[in-house]
């Protein structure tokens, strides 16, 4: 009985160890490095590869540019996305007073327009405020 316990015992030592190994080896293809190295790979194997090539000798050169280009494009690309986002807000909007739904204005509804003036809420004179 001892004797298949240790056989057991070494069976499950050698899945453990293979089992390290075989998660070591993902790891380090799923590394940041590993695969920027596999892109570049995939992307030097190309009929444009001497493109690739001449624009990553650019991007290498003028650090900066690039930078401020990829700035200006997530600018870009997040404005873009923060104006669809209020398009359907408004649509939305329009779609409840069509319903003859209540429009509840949130703060997240309101637009911010540097070109039209501050609008203050209005008091009603007939009213009298209690103090």
Do not use: C, F
């Amino acid at each position: 009985m001892s004797g298949s316990l240790n056989e057991l015992e070494k069976d499950i030592e050698a899945s453990r160890a293979r089992l390290d190994q075989t998660i070591d080896q993902i790891q380090e293809r799923l590394s940041v490095s590993s695969i920027v190295d596999e892109m570049l790979g995939n992307a030097r194997r190309t009929p444009l590869s001497g493109v690739y090539d001449g624009a990553l000798d650019a991007v290498r050169r003028n650090p900066v540019p690039v930078l401020l280009i990829a700035a200006g494009v997530g600018w870009l690309l997040h404005r873009m996305s923060s104006d669809a986002a209020s398009a359907v807000a408004a649509r939305r909007r329009v779609r409840q007073v069509e319903d003859g739904l209540p429009v509840v204005q949130t703060g997240a509804d309101r637009i911010y327009d540097p070109d039209l003036p501050t609008r203050h809420p209005v008091k009603d004179l007939g009213q009298e405020t209690q103090i």
